[in-house]
C-alpha cells in the first residue's frame, strides 16, 4: 500500500533567474491534512534561506504561505527541506545565475592573508557529485572543472613561497567516472588523511595529521576543524589557512567562477561521446503522410518536427540526442536514430502498422513525461501541451 502523503509543498520545482548580486523572493504553499507545527526549514546552499519564521502551526488542510530569499550568487539546483512534526517535505528551485565573479579577488585574499599569518593554504572540494557542469561560468558539459584544474597553476603563479594543497573529498567519481583521476594529474590530491570524511568527527579530532574534518550526518559537537561544506557539487571551495602547527587560523569560501582562469583540455577527459549514428536522410514520418495527411500537417508545423536543429553541433552527444530524435529500428540499425522526434518516437508498434498498411493497430503512445521529465521541461502540463500538438486521424 502506498502510504497517504503527509505533507505537500507546491511547486515542488521553481525556475528562477537571478541577475547576479541581487535577490529574489518567492513563495512555496505548505499543506498538511492533519495539523502539524512546521519546525525548521533548511537549505543545502547558502543563497537561498526562509524569511517565514519558524516555527509555524500548519492547520488541517489549510495552506501555509513559506517566503523565501534567493540571491544570484552560485547557480545550480537548491533543495529547500521543510521538516515538521509530522515528516519532511522537500522542493527544489533551480537557481539561473552568472555568479558573483569574485572568485579571483578571494584567491588573492587568500595569498595576501595566508603570507601575513605564515600559513599554508588548503582548499578543498567536498564531493564532486557531478554537479560541476552548473557552474554557469564555462562552456562544455562538464564546465567548472576546468577553472578547478587550473587552480594549482595559478596558485604556482602567483607565488611559489606559499605551500599550498588542493584536496577533493567525498563521492569524486560517483556520477563521472575520471574526476579524481584528472583532477589528480594537474595537482589535486583525492581523499588526503589530512582532511577526514566521517560520520563520527569524534572520534578522529584528537588524530595527529588531521587537520579538518568533514562530519557527513549532522552532528551537535562543535570544533574548529570541522568543516560543514553547504555547497555540494565543487561550485564551491573552502579555503583554510593552516599554521605550521596544523591549526586553523581562517576559513573563507571562494567560488568557482567565471573570474578564475581556465584549463579546457582537461575536459576532453570526459567527452560525452555520440555513439548513435545519425540518418539525416531518413523521414520515417513520411511513411505515415499518405494515409494520415491532417496528423502530419499538425506535426511538421509542431516543435518536434524541428527538434534537431535546437541542439548545437557541440550537443548532439548520447546525451542529447535522445529525446531530440526518433529510433529506427531494425535488428542492424538499432542504435541509428533519425533527426526530430517522429510519429514513431509516440506511436509504438508504427512499424507493424505501417507494413500491414494500417490493419495491424499500434501500441499505444508513449508518455509525454518521458522526455517532458521535470529536468527538461518542470513546467509541463500535458493538457495545455496536448491542445498545442493536438492531431487525429
Ligand atoms: C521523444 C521525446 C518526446 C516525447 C515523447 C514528447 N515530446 Fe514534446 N518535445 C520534445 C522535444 C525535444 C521538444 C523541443 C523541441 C524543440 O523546440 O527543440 C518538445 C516540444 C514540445 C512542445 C513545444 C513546447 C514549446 O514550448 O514550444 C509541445 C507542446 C510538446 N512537446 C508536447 C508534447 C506532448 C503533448 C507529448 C505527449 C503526447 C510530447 N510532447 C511528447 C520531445 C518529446
Ligand atoms: C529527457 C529528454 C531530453 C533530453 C535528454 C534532452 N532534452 Fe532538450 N528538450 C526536451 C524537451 C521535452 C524540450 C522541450 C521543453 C521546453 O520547450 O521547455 C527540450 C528543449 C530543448 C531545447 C529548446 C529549448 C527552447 O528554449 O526552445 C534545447 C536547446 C535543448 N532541449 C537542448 C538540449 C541539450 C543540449 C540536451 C543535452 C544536454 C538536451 N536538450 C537533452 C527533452 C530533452
Ligand atoms: C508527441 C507525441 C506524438 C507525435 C510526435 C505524434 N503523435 Fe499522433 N497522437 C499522439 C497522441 C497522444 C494521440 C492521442 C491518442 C489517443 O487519443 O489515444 C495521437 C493521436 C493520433 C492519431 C489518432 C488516433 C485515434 O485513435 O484516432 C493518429 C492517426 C496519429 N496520432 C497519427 C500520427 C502521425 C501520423 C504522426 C506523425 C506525422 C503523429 N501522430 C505524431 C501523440 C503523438
Ligand atoms: C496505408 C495507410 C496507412 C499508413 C501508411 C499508416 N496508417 Fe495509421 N492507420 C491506417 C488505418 C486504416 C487506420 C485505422 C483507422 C480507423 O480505424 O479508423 C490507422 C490508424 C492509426 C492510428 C490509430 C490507432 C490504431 O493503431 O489503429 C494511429 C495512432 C496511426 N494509425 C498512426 C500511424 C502512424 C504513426 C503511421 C506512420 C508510421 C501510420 N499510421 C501509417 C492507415 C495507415
Not at 183 to 198: R, S
Not at 338 to 346: K, M
Not at 349 to 363: D, I, L, M, Q, Y
Amino acid at each position: 500500500m502506498i502510504p497517504e502523503p503527509i505533507l505537500h509543498a507546491s511547486p515542488a520545482f521553481t525556475r528562477i533567474e537571478i541577475p547576479p548580486g541581487e535577490e529574489r523572493r518567492l513563495s512555496i504553499t505548505v499543506t498538511s491534512p492533519a495539523a502539524a507545527r512546521l519546525i525548521a526549514i533548511t537549505t543545502d546552499c547558502r543563497c537561498i534561506s526562509s524569511i517565514t519564521p519558524t516555527p509555524i502551526e500548519l492547520l488541517a488542510g489549510k495552506e501555509t504561505q513559506i517566503d523565501l530569499r534567493a540571491v544570484g550568487v552560485l547557480p545550480g539546483v537548491k533543495t529547500v527541506s521543510m521538516r515538521t512534526s509530522t515528516g519532511t517535505v522537500r522542493i527544489q528551485v533551480q537557481v539561473l545565475t552568472t555568479g558573483l565573479g569574485t572568485g579571483a579577488d578571494v584567491l588573492k585574499e587568500v595569498f595576501t592573508r595566508a603570507r601575513t599569518a605564515k600559513a599554508s593554504a588548503w582548499f578543498i572540494i567536498h564531493d564532486l557529485r557531478g554537479e560541476i557542469r552548473n557552474c554557469g561560468c564555462s562552456a562544455g558539459s562538464l564546465g567548472g572543472i576546468d577553472k578547478i584544474a587550473a587552480l594549482p597553476t595559478r596558485c604556482s603563479e602567483l607565488g611559489k613561497d606559499l605551500s599550498t594543497h588542493f584536496v577533493l573529498s567525498g563521492d569524486v567519481d560517483g556520477p563521472r567516472p575520471g574526476v579524481g583521476g584528472t583532477l589528480a594529474k594537474v595537482g589535486w590530491t583525492v581523499g588526503d588523511p589530512a582532511v577526514a570524511v566521517t560520520a563520527r568527527p569524534e572520534s578522529v579530532l584528537s588524530t595527529p595529521g588531521v587537520i579538518a574534518i568533514i562530519p557527513t550526518t549532522p552532528i551537535a559537537v562543535e570544533n574548529a576543524r570541522l568543516l560543514r561544506p553547504l555547497l555540494l557539487g565543487g561550485m564551491m571551495t573552502e579555503v583554510l589557512l593552516v599554521s605550521a602547527e596544523g591549526r586553523i587560523i581562517e576559513h573563507m569560501s571562494m567560488p568557482i567562477d567565471a573570474s578564475l582562469p581556465s584549463q579546457p583540455d582537461v575536459l576532453t577527459a570526459f567527452e560525452d561521446p555520440l555513439t548513435y549514428t545519425i540518418d539525416d536522410h531518413s523521414q520515417p514520418s513520411q511513411s505515415c503522410a499518405t494515409c494520415h495527411s491532417a496528423a502530419h500537417k499538425s506535426w511538421s508545423i509542431s516543435a518536434h518536427a524541428r527538434a534537431w536543429a535546437s541542439l548545437k553541433e557541440a550537443d548532439k552527444t548520447d546525451s542529447c540526442v535522445v529525446c531530440h530524435s526518433a529510433a529506427i529500428s531494425g535488428p542492424v540499425k538499432k542504435k541509428t536514430l533519425s533527426p526530430n522526434v517522429q510519429c514513431a518516437s509516440c506511436h509504438q508498434g508504427a512499424e507493424a502498422h505501417v507494413a500491414s498498411a494500417g490493419t495491424v493497430h499500434t501500441k499505444g503512445t508513449t508518455d509525454c513525461r518521458s522526455c517532458h521529465d521535470a529536468r527538461h521541461d518542470p513546467g509541463f502540463n500535458p493538457i495545455a501541451a496536448w491542445a498545442q500538438i493536438a492531431h487525429g486521424k
